[in-house]
T-cell receptor, first 117, second 111 residues
Framework: GAVVSQHPSWVICKSGTSVKIECRSLDFQATTMFWYRQFPKQSLMLMATSNEGSKATYEQGVEKDKFLINHASLTLSTLTVTSAHPEDSSFYIC?????????????FGPGTRLTVT | GEDVEQSLFLSVREGDSSVINCTYTDSSSTYLYWYKQEPGAGLQLLTYIFSNMDMKQDQRLTVLLNKKDKHLSLRIADTQTGDSAIYFCAEFNTGGFKTIFGAGTRLFVKA
């Protein structure tokens, strides 16, 4: 149980276009989903915390107009990278906390590798 | 601010024990985790420990917590080549309700 999927698993896009990444909890409902970014050989950096039905909370230094997060249902959160640039190329990982579970219980998706050319 | 530090690289021979160390700064951390990441994949939770515990053992994995020194370690007994991966130490920060990750320790197991 507690499986989180991401789609797509990898994407290549041209500079200036927008890309949407989906994060789904497959066998549970998630009150809270987290979006992380991971640069090569580096740690995960929390970008934002997404709660169903409300606006996401962004970490300091993360542009909310560039990284649009929508948590429209208890099983789906999306991250849209708008007007992507090569420096946005990274590995994006989401995690989800089941309804009724404390925030320290997180289940991670497999990640989405974004390459902007 | 909160910070989690770990050594970046560890190399061991197959069959030996591996010990990966981590230090953290946030004294209000209540949960500390070890995650495993294989190339190109997401994170797999290996184990976690509550801050009121000193040790936790789960099959080949032993976690030791020294809360006074804010030091966490992961020992992998009888290390196998399949254990080669990046291991992340992480703390759950109760103040901000978020998880802070270390930079990851790359474990290389030699056959």
């Amino acid at each position: 149980g507690a499986v989180v999927s991401q789609h797509p698993s990898w994407v290549i896009c041209k500079s200036g276009t927008s890309v949407k990444i989906e994060c789904r909890s497959l066998d549970f409902q998630a009150t809270t989903m987290f979006w992380y970014r991971q640069f090569p050989k580096q740690s995960l950096m929390l970008m934002a915390t997404s709660n169903e039905g409300s606006k996401a909370t962004y970490e300091q230094g993360v542009e909310k107009d560039k990284f649009l997060i929508n948590h429209a249902s208890l099983t789906l959160s999306t991250l849209t990278v708008t007007s992507a640039h090569p420096e946005d190329s990274s590995f994006y990982i989401c995690s989800a906390t089941p309804v009724g579970q404390p925030s320290y219980e997180q289940y991670f998706g497999p990640g989405t590798r974004l390459t902007v050319t | 601010g909160e910070d989690v530090e770990q050594s970046l690289f560890l190399s061991v021979r197959e069959g030996d024990s591996s010990v990966i160390n981590c230090t953290y700064t946030d004294s209000s951390s209540t949960y500390l985790y070890w995650y495993k990441q294989e190339p190109g994949a997401g994170l797999q939770l290996l184990t976690y420990i509550f801050s009121n515990m000193d040790m936790k053992q789960d099959q080949r994995l032993t976690v030791l917590l020294n809360k006074k020194d804010k030091h966490l370690s992961l020992r992998i007994a009888d290390t196998q080549t399949g254990d080669s991966a990046i291991y992340f130490c992480a703390e759950f920060n109760t103040g901000g309700f978020k998880t802070i990750f270390g930079a990851g320790t790359r474990l290389f197991v030699k056959a």
